[in-house]
Each structure stands twice: as C-alpha cells, then as structure tokens.
C-alpha cells in the first residue's frame, strides 16, 4: 500500500475515532444512576429510565470496542502491516478497508 492510500486511511481512522469521543460525551447523561425517588418518577417510568441506561452503556461498551479496533489498526500501520489480514497475511481489499479501515482481516478469513 503506497503512503497516500495509507494517509487516507489513517484520516479515516482519526475522523472514526473523534466521532465515538464525540458520541462518548453525548452519552455520558445517559448513564447515570437512575434515582430512587418513586415521588418525582413512577415506577415505570422510573424501569424505562433504567432501560434507557442499560442501552447507554451497552452502546458505550460497543463504542469502546471500535475504539481498540482503530487502535489496533494504528498500531498495524506504525508496524507496516496495514492493509494485510492478520490471520493469513494476503492483501485486504481497498473496497472492504473504505466500509472498514479499522478491520484486521480479509473477507476470506472474515467468512472463515
């Protein structure tokens, strides 16, 4: 892969990566602990609320993992192994590395 190609890819990946601060920030409400005062909230709105934060965090949890995935490819590029599948080292399509530049493999050993 050429240095070009690979800065693009790494733009990307830094576009990708200040998105999910971004969507950290925003979500952050989200997860807070739900109150116990059945005063100002009923118990069912009180169970969607928790809900709501059980979403939250999982979306969090998910947001977390693309994280160490663009890490990971981060890590591929300082190495000069980007662009190449880690489970058995052929080229990774350019058309699969625009969906996904953080993805480790190719679409061969992806469908195993």
Known sequence: MDEATQARYRAMLEALLAELESDDQLGEEAQRTVTLDQQSVGRLSR??????????????????AQRRRIQAAFE?????????????????????LDLDPAVPTCISCARG
Do not use: N, P, S
Request: hydrophobic residues 40%; negative net charge.
């Open 47 to 64: 169970m969607d609320a928790l809900q709501g934060q059980a979403m939250a965090k999982a979306t969090a949890a998910r947001r977390a």
């Open 76 to 96: 591929r590029m300082d190495e000069d192994e980007y662009g190449y599948c880690a489970e058995c080292g052929e080229e990774i399509a350019e058309a699969r």
